[in-house]
């Protein structure tokens, strides 16, 4: 959910395919758009795509509650959406919401601790009208003495916010207040405002109260941190909610970015193009992630609308098996030292 610095990692894209691509993602970037800050991006070099892979429906995986399917890339707005909408990044936000939801993502995840990123989403569905095409997921975020009161009152504030009378999920943010605001949440999925309840974590010391919870309540959706660098869920959260039925969403794909600046400047493995449909770094750390069979979601954080082309690119190629995954870490962290 955090800002993604790319690193080039093979040949620039030519004019001509990126039309191609602008176009096998829906049309969700004109022509014209070469001016701006997407065809600046790639006029500097990115990715090559195959226009095979490119024309492929991203893939889906079914919500284990209900077999709702769920496009696997999704997209995140920590930090990246915080800004004023008279910075001159935020055209680039809408862009890249565009290209995203256009392009066949539909998951995107906010909150409201995340500065204005609720305020800005809502002013994008606004400006662009397209609302109805995203599974929008946002939080309660409180601990307080009227806890109930307060996450109400702070749902309200996100449904204005974000323009909308609907969440398809709403979560527990960082198991706060966690008995309550899971009232206050199944009571609204009761009313028909929310449609999916979940609860998210981002801290490694509460892993041993959030697996309980994982394991004595009814929850559609958990969200973990979990990175190739990163990899506490695989131990118990995982297979545990593999196991209750739950959906996982993954926070920091990129380890905070971690990831993606120590690969900069390095090769891909060859056999992961060959294999895996792999064209870039952050599709490599995607799709290790996507290999898991408990992952239903990862939601990196995309502010910018080649970042989204590129993320739904590892959603559309070949995903790996376990033998390939084990493959993934070991010549990671070969390369990594």
């Known amino acids: 959910m955090t800002k993604s610095h790319r690193p080039n990692s093979v040949a620039p894209m030519t004019r001509q395919q990126f039309l191609k691509l602008a176009a096998a993602a829906g049309g969700a970037l004109a022509a014209d758009g070469l001016l701006g800050p997407v065809g600046k991006a790639f006029a500097q070099g990115g990715p090559v795509y195959d226009p095979a892979i490119s024309a492929k429906p991203i893939q889906t995986k079914p919500i284990p509650s209900s077999g709702e399917a769920l496009p696997i890339i999704g997209m995140g707005t920590a930090v990246v959406y915080e800004i004023e909408t008279s910075d001159p990044k935020f055209p680039a936000l809408v862009e890249s919401v565009k290209a995203f939801l256009n392009g066949g993502g539909k998951l995107i995840d906010t909150a409201p601790p995340y500065g204005r990123a609720e305020e800005n989403l ?9 609302r109805d095409k995203a599974f929008l997921a946002t939080k309660i975020s409180m601990r307080g003495d009227n806890q109930e009161k307060e996450g109400i009152a702070q749902y309200e504030k996100s449904v204005k916010d974000l323009g909308t009378n609907r969440f398809e999920l709403l979560q527990v943010h960082n198991i706060r207040d966690w008995k309550a605001q899971l ?22 010391n509460t892993l041993p109260e959030y697996e309980q919870i994982l394991k004595t309540e009814k929850l559609d959706f958990a969200q973990i941190d979990y990175a190739l660098d990163n990899r506490k869920a695989e131990a118990s959260i995982l297979p545990l909610a593999k196991d209750r039925g739950v959906a996982v969403l993954t926070a920091l794909p990129f380890g905070r970015n971690r990831l993606l600046t120590q690969s900069r400047g390095k090769e891909i493995p060859a056999w992961a193009k060959e294999e895996l449909d792999v064209s870039s770094w952050a599709q490599y750390f995607l799709k290790y992630l996507l290999g898991h ?4 979601v990862v939601i990196p954080g995309t502010d910018r609308p080649e970042y989204a ?29």
């Not at 949440?185 to 490694?204: A, H």
């Open 183 to 204: 009232k206050t949440i199944r009571r609204l999925k009761d009313e028909g405002k929310v449609k999916y309840v979940g609860i998210t974590t981002s801290f490694e």
């Open 293 to 296: 069979p408990a992952i239903n």
């Open 122 to 130: 809502g002013e994008i569905f606004k400006r662009t009208g397209l």
């Open 309 to 337: 082309i590129d993320n739904l690119y590892a959603g559309r190629g070949r995903l790996p098996n376990e033998a390939q995954r084990k493959r993934l870490v070991a010549d990671w962290e070969k390369l990594a030292g």
